[in-house]
């Protein structure tokens, strides 16, 4: 499975920004799908996943509750990440990643990785 993320960019603070992950499988639906991030000198984080079936939950980091919003179109094989309300700390290189199962929010769950896309907020 190749995952393709695109849609970041630099945006002042308080600004938005929707980030898109294309999956190249027609199983899409079956996988968990998450955003990890990873700030400048941070070790990459959990941020968000959608769970792999259809009407599933959504689960995201405390930091991001409220202002980011995940949301997956598996007729499209693709998941989405709104971003809104953005803070200078948000900047990273944000990650798609595919899951068949196990914890949302651990790396190890995920056995696919897209190549990640810049995210930078300026204040």
């Known amino acids: 499975v190749q995952l393709q993320a695109c849609g970041g960019g630099l945006v002042q603070a308080g600004g938005s920004l929707r980030l898109s992950c294309a999956a190249s499988?027609?199983?899409?639906?079956?996988?968990?799908m998450g955003w990890f991030r990873q700030g400048p000198g941070k070790e990459r984080e959990f941020v968000a996943a959608?769970?792999?079936?259809?009407?599933?939950?959504?689960y995201y980091a405390d930091s991001v509750k409220g202002r980011f919003t995940i949301s997956r179109d598996n007729a499209k094989s693709t998941v989405f990440l709104q971003m809104n309300s953005l803070k200078p700390e948000d900047t990273g290189v944000y990650y798609c990643?595919?899951?068949?199962?196990?914890?949302?929010?651990?790396?190890?769950?995920?056995?696919?990785w897209g190549q990640g896309t810049q995210v930078t907020v300026s204040s």
């Open positions: 990643a595919a899951s068949l199962g196990g914890t949302y929010y651990r790396e190890i769950s995920y056995n696919y």
């Open positions: 959608a769970i792999n079936w259809s009407g599933g939950s959504a």
């Open positions: 499988t027609r199983t899409f639906s079956s996988y968990t």
